[in-house]
C-alpha cells in the first residue's frame, strides 16, 4: 500500500534546470526520512542527497551547491531542485524513505520504501 510516485523527469540541455517531485501515499510522511538516488546505465545506486525529519539536508559533493532538496510533510511530497544541470547527471532518479538511517543517508539499504524512477536526460 505504500507507494513512492517521482515524476518532473525529462529531457534538459547542459546548464539548465529541472525539478523533480515524490508524492508518497500510505505511510506517517513526517516520521520518515527521505533521500534522492540516482542509477545511470551500467552502474549502481549513486546517493544524491537526503532530508531528515527535523529538517537537516545532506548533499553528495557531485551536487552540492547546484541541488537543493525539501520535503513538504502536509502534502506528504519530497521535491529535487536541480540546477547548472551537468551531463553526468542523466540518470533515473528514485525517490526513498527511511526510519532510521542511522547516520548512513548514503546508503540504499538503509531506506525502507522505493519509487520506480523518473528519467532526467541532459544533453550537450
Given at each position: 500500500?505504500?507507494?513512492l510516485?517521482?515524476?518532473?523527469?525529462?529531457?534538459?540541455?547542459?546548464?539548465?534546470?529541472l525539478?523533480?517531485?515524490?508524492?508518497?501515499?500510505g505511510?506517517?510522511?513526517?516520521?520518515y526520512?527521505?533521500?534522492?538516488?540516482?542509477?545511470?546505465?551500467?552502474?549502481?545506486?549513486?546517493?544524491?542527497?537526503?532530508?531528515l525529519?527535523?529538517?537537516?539536508?545532506?548533499?553528495?559533493?557531485?551536487?552540492?551547491g547546484?541541488?537543493?532538496?525539501?520535503?513538504?510533510?502536509?502534502?506528504k511530497?519530497?521535491?529535487?531542485?536541480?540546477?547548472?544541470l551537468?551531463?553526468?547527471?542523466?540518470?533515473?532518479y528514485?525517490?526513498?524513505?527511511?526510519?532510521?538511517?542511522?547516520?548512513?543517508?548514503?546508503?540504499?539499504?538503509?531506506?525502507?520504501?522505493?519509487?520506480?524512477?523518473?528519467?532526467v536526460?541532459v544533453?550537450?
Amino acid at each position: 500500500q505504500v507507494q513512492l510516485v517521482e515524476s518532473g523527469g525529462g529531457s534538459v540541455q547542459a546548464g539548465g534546470s529541472l525539478r523533480l517531485s515524490c508524492a508518497a501515499s500510505g505511510l506517517a510522511y513526517d516520521v520518515y526520512n527521505m533521500g534522492w538516488f540516482r542509477q545511470a546505465p551500467g552502474k549502481d545506486h549513486e546517493w544524491v542527497a537526503s532530508i531528515l525529519i527535523d529538517g537537516t539536508t545532506y548533499y553528495s559533493d557531485s551536487v552540492k551547491g547546484r541541488f537543493t532538496i525539501s520535503r513538504d510533510n502536509t502534502k506528504k511530497s519530497l521535491y529535487l531542485q536541480m540546477n547548472s544541470l551537468k551531463l553526468e547527471d542523466t540518470a533515473m532518479y528514485y525517490c526513498a524513505a527511511g526510519l532510521w538511517l542511522g547516520n548512513r543517508w548514503s546508503i540504499p539499504t538503509q531506506y525502507n520504501f522505493w519509487g520506480q524512477g523518473t528519467q532526467v536526460t541532459v544533453s550537450s
